[in-house]
């Protein structure tokens, strides 16, 4: 245990004392050095002695201010003397109970207050309730998180427990206090990763790091390791989340030096490292790279494929104008729709009624796990397996969202939302969006499929370039014989819901030029529009996939993807909400490890958290 704190050097501030300035003076220090101690922040002081055995102690008269209040009136020296007293005063009574702990040899493990047995049987039955407190933190506990509910329920459940926890423990050894709480959260994460550190041994391994701000505007650097274990098993584990205060490159490496220098690894058993190409720190990440390559120039760099795919569409978004007009209106309808409760109520029960009325009929087969409940869902910014989504939830719901648009038209409360309601509903019955609906369907299918395979925790590069591969295939196949399959699709589409055909050797109609287009609707959706955006994509595929990776020989531990760090950053949103939003960032890094990889944390037993706990440097 440590003794008392005395910052010596500290500037002692003054106080006045019937005219006269006074302060904490620090020879007394050198007079009381075995217990008296200052608090810098609230400018008092204390007896360590007292505080810690106040409950343990007869004959309390004269502590209170050295122990709860604190010590204050610099003026009266002599208070300082007769706090000690006589032999058998509560200070001296305090200091030999501190004397058994502080003899060297002597732990909070092995003479815990020199108590005799019971007591210090009450104390591990506290520690244990209230490090199964903690490690209760799986979907399905009646209380989720709520640290004092659940050793309040422990006890409850056992009579051996309730003797000694919560009302019944001593006041100051009640094992529930925040920082009990964080130190124990923060033992069964330093136990995860040093089980991870085990795991990877004396092996090269890749780094695949990002970064997103937490609830509170912080930037957050997740971390995780890319590995081979020794069954042959390729391993993704997270092992940090740091908090940068500025974005430089050299924070972040910094950072990751600080990770890699506590767990004791070497810089020259990276094998490889990825970022996420999207990140807004793209720049950074690319200046720590090349940080990173200097030191170890094996540290191949592979540009997440998950992102990859990503800007691929993205660029076809940007690139075609009838491409990125479609989405702008699945974006208005959103802001339409989804935003408002009443609305989206008014969809969903629409649809199910439209269920039970062709199931009534024999229209739709029924049965286990069939017709569920669906919602117009909003898709990530930059997540385009999300876009999907919301284009099948369109095709699903698009007779009830069309119900409601007409609803908002003539109904609607908000002048602006009645004019966008109008113009979604002009633009939902032509042919232009059911042409770009089903194309985007189209290839939007086959991109989520690859993504959902990048994005595996097991997948290596040689298998995501065969994959891309196939998926370029694919790309070539549509673009050469998907046409009479797409169109069928459209003009299906449209005369399910009574939407105009259009006859494909007619002149196309340019509703920006008022100059005649020369060209028939065939020619401009089949070759500007079909083909133009698939050559888009196939060249994107292209620049973005290149093949050279198929030489790298480090083929099994290359990071492909960044999705594991990222699934980090949904934990976090659940560890820091907005109503917890001071959290710690230690503890926050503690709760997301023991999260994240449940698998291990579950793993940790009571004994050795009891163990670490035991060794920390804390008191009570």
Partial sequence: MRGPCQPRGHEFPKKLFQSKLRRFNPAWFDLYGDWLEYSVKKDKAYCLFCYLFRDYTENKCGSHAFVIKGFDDWNKTERLRDHVGAVNSFHNSAKKRADYLMKPGQSIVHAFYKQNDAVKNEYKIRLNASIDACHDESMDSVNKGNFLELVKYTAEQNELVSKVVLENAPKNNQMVSHKIQTNIVHCFAEEVIESIIKEVGHDIFCLLVDESADVSDKEQMAMVFRFVDTHGVVKERFVGLTHVKETSSLSLKSAVDSLFAKHGLSMKKLGGQGYDGASNMKGEFNGMRALILRECSSAYYVHCFA????????????????????????????????????????????????????????????????????????????????????????????????????????????????????????????????????????????????????????????????????????????????????????????????????????????????????????????????????????QEFNDRFDEVYRLLKLVLTLPVATATVERCFSAMKIAKTSLRNRISDQFLNDCVVCFVEKELSEKVTNEVVVKRFQNMDLVG
């Fill in 307 to 538: 992102h990859q795919l990503q800007l691929v569409v993205v660029a076809v978004a940007q690139k075609h104008f009838g491409v990125g007009d479609f989405f702008d209106k699945i974006a208005v309808l959103l802001n339409v729709v989804g935003a408002s409760c009443k609305r989206k109520d008014m969809v969903r029960e629409d649809y199910r009624n439209k269920v039970e009325e062709k199931t009534k009929k024999g229209e739709i087969k029924t049965g286990k796990g069939l017709n569920q409940e669906i919602s117009f869902q909003r898709p990530g910014k930059t997540r385009w397996g999300s876009h999907y989504k919301t284009l099948l939830r369109l095709v699903d719901l698009f007779a009830s969202i069309t119900k409601v648009l007409e609803y908002v038209e003539i109904d609607g409360s908000d002048g602006i939302k009645r004019r966008q309601a109008n113009g979604l509903l002009k633009y939902f019955h032509t042919f232009d969006f059911v042409f770009y609906l089903q194309l985007m369907l189209l290839l939007l299918g086959i991109t989520n499929s690859l993504s959902k395979a990048l994005q595996r925790k097991d997948q290596d590069i040689l298998n995501a370039m065969s994959l891309v591969k196939s998926t370029k295939q694919q790309l070539y196949k549509i673009r050469d014989d998907g046409w009479e399959s797409l169109i069928d699709k459209v003009f299906s589409f449209c005369e399910n819901y009574k939407i105009e055909f259009l006859v494909m050797d007619d002149e196309f109609d340019s509703k920006n030029s008022r100059k005649r287009s020369n060209i028939t609707n065939l020619y401009h959706y089949k070759v500007e529009c079909f083909y133009t955006i698939l050559d888009m994509q196939i």
